[in-house]
């Protein structure tokens, strides 16, 4: 019965077809509706937290998403551990997105820090604007240009994007890719970048990434979303898409197996 307990929890744990060994951020944000600040993630350090002293449009979470408004309180959340941007590496975000309005100049709404709690030294900015009927997502470095992507997404659709940093050796050289909906969830490399940048600007990359932020700006510029499933990771296959609800609970009872099959042996 040892034998079999041990070998359920191994085979349960292993048939996960997903690994999230590498997340140092996620949430799914499925807290009771009400403020985002002092929710915690489901993987990271502490409690989402004001950004900055701005109190305007609180961010909320409603129905499991976060509402975020084209103007207002800005938070953060600590990742479980930082990360180095030395060479060799790389950084993906994921989200699900669902935009309802965007403003012509557009702005950015997510974004890393290099400290916890900073109010500036921001980098790895995703932007949106208004184009046509739609909208474009682009990507930033720090500061500098903004390069978007030329397809037009739709309003009111939700889509699962995905940015990816490349840390390269030496000063302002890294590089980004945006993918939008990848249908390879194992590597990047086989989707067609939705939009890509080479770091520019005269703001060198920091040393390492302390926090995961949502930004809200100004009126005139900044865009109206919603945003669930956020994952921060050093592996495309763990935020290119979310895990299953069957996925999970699998892991789960392999986890329990693995708790009973310990306590037998004790």
């Known amino acids: 019965m040892k034998k079999f307990v041990a070998f359920l ?3 349960l744990l292993f048939s996960s077809p997903r690994t999230f060994a590498t997340s140092v951020f996620s949430d799914s944000f499925s807290d009771p509706n009400g403020a985002l600040l002092g929710q915690s993630p489901q993987i990271g350090t502490g409690v989402w937290t004001i950004t900055g002293t701005s109190i305007v449009n609180p961010i909320s ?3 499991g998403l976060v509402q ?3 103007t207002g ?3 953060y959340a600590q990742l479980s551990s930082s990360v180095s941007t030395g060479s060799g590496g790389s950084i993906f975000v994921g989200l699900d997105l669902n935009v309802s309005a965007a403003q012509a100049n557009g702005d950015y709404f997510l974004h890393f820090a290099s400290a916890v709690g ?3 030294g921001f980098f790895d900015k995703l932007w949106a604007k ?3 009927s739609g909208f474009v997502l682009g990507i930033q470095a720090t500061s500098g240009t903004t390069n978007w992507g030329s397809t037009v997404l739709s309003y009111g659709t939700s889509y699962r994007v995905v940015t990816e940093e490349d840390f390269v050796s030496g000063a302002a050289n890294d590089t980004f ?3 939008v909906n990848p249908t390879d969830l194992s590597v990047a490399g086989n989707n067609t970048p939705y939009a890509t940048l080479t770091w520019n600007g005269a703001v060198a990359e920091a040393s390492a990434y302390a926090e995961i932020n949502f930004r809200q700006g100004t ?3 900044a865009p109206t979303e919603t945003v669930d499933n956020l994952i921060v990771s050093g592996s495309f296959s763990d935020v290119s898409a979310v895990p299953e609800p069957s996925t999970v609970a699998l892991a789960a009872l392999g986890g329990a197996a693995c708790l009973i099959a310990f306590r037998r042996r004790r």
Do not use: E, F, H, R
């Open 177 to 179: 890719d945006i993918y």
């Open 9 to 11: 929890a191994i085979g």
């Open 118 to 120: 900073a109010t500036s």
């Open 73 to 75: 309180q800005d938070a």
């Open 61 to 63: 979470v409603n129905n």
């Open 130 to 132: 208004s184009s046509g």
């Open 219 to 221: 009126a005139t510029i």
């Open 68 to 70: 975020l408004a084209n």
